[in-house]
């Protein structure tokens, strides 16, 4: 009995001394992390995620189906259309987030967008054949046939020229006027392309129809076929996953692009304004030009995003851009902190998954699991609308709030009253 009493004394003692080594262990690793630059403890981080969203078309289909809650992850297809929302927002969080300008009409911007490629990569005007590097597409097909890369960068300009005539007329209001002077605009736009297939005898949108098919981009299996590709490596190359690929460099340049402008001299006069319109234009801040360029950048990177998606959809429809567009986009802003560019990568990834299957999904595992009859897909707005009213309780500065935004929240919670300051 003693005997065994020493042996199970010492087991103890080995496995405390294992425990007290691997918490050593555990410090020296946290001790080492914390003497790398800031720079590197920042992008190891972003270098693994990126890894494991570029591999995802190749291990998405080994992925356990029929998880709890979820059910299925995203279709290759489906994370195309997500990772177009996220663009979006993120160059929506251009306008609202660094500059402060509530935009509720974003939607005229990813309409645009569409229907030039719609009118640049397509067959809708018959009346001419003009070609200049699209791909898969006949010879002798009429219409305008431009390469859809280039027709991406003229989406964007032309977008860009939009958001600078819709900002000279708006951009002089502030506050609520100016979110409904943009909710004028994200209405006119879906209403004037709807009813734009007669304009004095001639069709220029389509109407209700829209305009399709739009030209692919110029990769997929008749590329593949045309550089004499094995098989099996064109079998791994599929359409949705060269989209998925080509859609993640987008959003990652858009990224690029953000966060370059958020701490460039025009960024901090976005962030002036944003804190104090009537201070910065007193610090010399040119108002009316600053705020231009924010609307005008942010249209930018939405008209290329609403390109891409219609050369994805091949096609652009009117149903794609109603108001509900702009309010989904600006939750995204909200729900991830406003001027966080990572905050709104993560929120919207989250709410276009929701919007897209998750909902759905949801849905289809309560009705599995529990006796409840529930269509959760039918009431997503008001699930939207509960999430953003529990984050203004809650985490007022979103998911990973902007620092900047951060201190000033909490500067705010704490200012001391004057009947409480001490003389």
């Given at each position: 009995m003693a005997t065994t009493g020493k042996t199970g004394g010492r087991e103890a003692i080995r496995e405390r001394v294992k425990t007290v080594r691997g918490h050593a262990a555990f410090g020296e690793a946290g001790r080492q992390w914390r003497r790398l630059p800031p720079r590197v403890r920042t992008l190891i981080p972003f270098l693994l995620l990126l890894a494991i969203a570029a591999l995802y078309p190749l291990y998405v289909e080994s992925l356990p189906t029929n998880v709890p809650f979820i059910l299925n992850f995203p279709t290759v297809g489906s994370a195309v259309i997500i990772i177009v929302f996220v663009m979006m927002a993120v160059g929506l969080n251009i306008v609202v987030g660094y500059a402060g300008l509530l935009d509720l009409g974003y939607v005229a911007f990813y309409a645009v967008g569409a229907y030039t490629a719609g009118w640049l990569a397509s067959g809708h005007f018959q009346q001419v054949k003009i070609h200049f590097g699209g791909a898969g597409v006949s010879p002798e097909a009429r219409g305008i046939h431009i390469n859809m890369w280039i027709v991406l960068i003229i989406a964007g300009i032309l977008t860009m020229v939009a958001g600078i005539l819709i900002g000279f007329p708006t951009l002089r209001l502030r506050g609520d006027y100016l979110a409904i002077v943009t909710l004028g605009f994200g209405e006119i736009i879906p209403i004037f392309v709807r009813n734009s297939d007669n304009l004095g005898g001639f069709n220029l949108t389509a109407g209700t129809f829209g305009i399709n098919p739009i030209d692919s981009p110029g990769f997929g299996a008749s590329l593949n076929e045309s550089v004499g590709l094995p098989i099996a490596f064109q079998q791994s190359f599929d359409r949705d996953k060269l989209f998925f690929w080509s859609v993640l460099a987008l959003l990652l340049i858009t990224l690029f692009c953000s966060i370059r402008l958020r701490d460039s001299r025009l960024g901090r006069a976005w962030i002036a304004i944003r804190e104090d319109e009537t201070a910065a234009a007193a610090m010399g801040v040119p108002l009316m030009r600053t705020k231009t360029w924010a609307y005008a950048l942010g249209a930018f990177f939405g008209g290329i995003a609403g390109a891409y998606y219609a050369s994805f959809k091949s096609g652009a429809f009117p149903?794609?851009?109603?108001?509900?567009?702009?309010?989904?986009?600006?939750?995204?802003?909200?729900?991830?902190?406003?001027?966080?560019?990572?905050?709104?990568?993560?929120?919207?990834?989250?709410?276009?998954?929701?919007?897209?299957?998750?909902?759905?999904?949801?849905?289809?595992?309560?009705?599995?699991?529990?006796?409840?009859?529930?269509?959760?897909?039918?009431?997503?707005?008001?699930?939207?609308?509960?999430?953003?009213?529990?984050?203004?309780?809650?985490?007022?500065?979103?998911?990973?709030?902007?620092?900047?935004?951060?201190?000033e929240m909490e500067e705010g919670v704490h200012d001391e009253s004057l009947y409480g300051a001490s003389h």
């Open positions: 149903a794609d851009f109603y108001f509900n567009i702009s309010v989904f986009l600006l939750c995204m802003v909200v729900l991830g902190g406003m001027g966080s560019v990572w905050g709104v990568v993560i929120a919207g990834t989250i709410l276009a998954w929701l919007n897209i299957e998750g909902l759905a999904n949801i849905g289809s595992w309560l009705k599995q699991e529990t006796p409840l009859d529930f269509e959760v897909a039918k009431y997503q707005f008001g699930i939207y609308g509960i999430i953003i009213v529990l984050m203004m309780l809650f985490r007022p500065t979103g998911l990973i709030p902007e620092r900047r935004r951060k201190q």
